[in-house]
């Protein structure tokens, strides 16, 4: 595997890592990732199949749920991906390949959407306010794991049929469960760098406004008492944190910066020494990648849909003012700039992190860094 040539490269040249013990088995996941997946789906399948049976109602919205329908139509999806799992780890070329294929590009996208809201619930969670529902966390949790196993066992059957290590995506002979090589660390490009800068710089408006509303301020036509009063049912956390100027939501917002700028910067591949004892050693690649996707994917989309609203509201409103009892359909826009910015600006810094920090098998891998 060569470094891509934007990119800046860092430190030491690649050189194989010394994984031992429990990581012998995480060394040949393309072999028990689909079986872990078709395991996943029956799972699934069981769980909605109860609740329908049972009665038990699983929102998708705060005041709607799944008609009974929906969650069989789910249940179908999850057996049908769990055979394509199994097959997938079998058949290599002809009518079954493609089925295969047809399958997973059907059904992993249902899945990868029903992780929306991951990041909500979790700032919820934090904040001390809570669950909305705990079978609708229970889903959510399931879609998460769901998720990422099929993409998994879809990129690992995508790289088999193509001739290349299902691991690591280089084509090479010997091993393939061996110890990695992983590349040194670097800096995004200056295409994707600026990409993440404009989607941090989305959550300024919005950030300031609710700044100025939370240290006592008027903007936008809302005074600060109107704004307290919209946020009176907030957790314990969230009105301490207020007191002292600091909104809740924003605060989380700044720690997606965090994020984000750990996926352009070395520092995200190692860890840095104000990390103290973990200075000096290498990130584990999903860290950041986990949580940068589900939030990225939930962001981005939240926050298109506000852009919409938004721009449709004052393209009908036109020059009346907002009622006060209700929020400006510009503090509306604000925040979906904030939520989409932020939601791309992870996705695009992702990919980059995920293309930059790929490690090959050392078997595979060029005695010196390109």
């Known amino acids: 595997m060569t470094v891509p040539a934007h990119s800046r490269t860092l430190g030491d040249p690649r050189s194989p890592s010394r994984d031992s013990g429990w990581t012998a088995h995480w060394r040949r996941w393309p072999s028990w990732v689909p079986h872990a997946a078709a395991v996943w789906g029956v799972l699934y399948a069981a769980v909605q199949v109860t609740w329908v049976m049972t009665g038990t109602a699983l929102p998708v919205t705060m005041h709607h749920s799944f008609p009974p329908a929906a969650q069989l139509a789910l249940a179908g999806l999850a057996v049908l991906a769990a055979g394509a799992c199994l097959a997938g780890s079998r058949v290599r070329s002809g009518a079954g390949r493609t089925a295969v294929e047809v399958a997973l590009i059907v059904v992993t996208p249902v899945f990868v959407l029903g992780t929306f809201g991951a990041p909500i619930e979790f700032v919820s969670l934090i904040s001390g306010a809570g669950t909305n529902s705990g079978v609708g966390l229970a889903h959510m949790l399931l879609n998460i794991a769901g998720a990422g196993l099929l993409v998994a066992t879809g990129l690992s059957f995508r790289r088999r049929l193509r001739g290349r290590c299902p691991r690591c995506g280089q084509a090479h002979s010997g091993r393939t469960d061996g110890p990695l090589a992983h590349p040194a660390a670097s800096t995004a490009s200056a295409r994707t760098r600026v990409a993440v800068y404009a989607g941090m710089s989305g959550i300024l408006p919005w950030a300031a406004t609710k700044t100025i509303w939370t240290l006592g301020g008027d903007a936008l036509g809302i005074t ?43 520092w995200g591949q190692v860890f840095p020494r104000w990390t103290l004892f973990l200075s000096g050693r290498r990130v584990p690649r999903l860290l950041p990648l986990i949580p940068a996707w589900l939030t990225g994917v939930t962001l981005a989309l939240y926050g298109t849909g506000l852009i919409v609203i938004a721009s449709v509201l004052l393209v009908g409103a036109g020059s009346e003012p907002s009622p006060p009892s209700t929020l400006s359909p510009w503090m509306t826009e604000f925040g979906g700039l904030a939520f989409a910015g932020l939601g791309i600006g992870l996705l695009v810094g992702a990919r980059s992190y995920a293309a930059r920090t790929r490690p090959v098998c050392a078997v595979g891998a060029p005695t010196a860094a390109a």
């Open 224 to 266: 600060a008492q109107e704004w307290h009063e919209l946020n009176a049912v907030g957790s314990g956390v969230m009105k301490a944190l207020a007191s002292v100027g600091i909104d809740f939501t924003v605060l989380m917002a700044l720690l997606a910066w965090f994020l984000m700028l750990g996926l352009v910067y070395p």
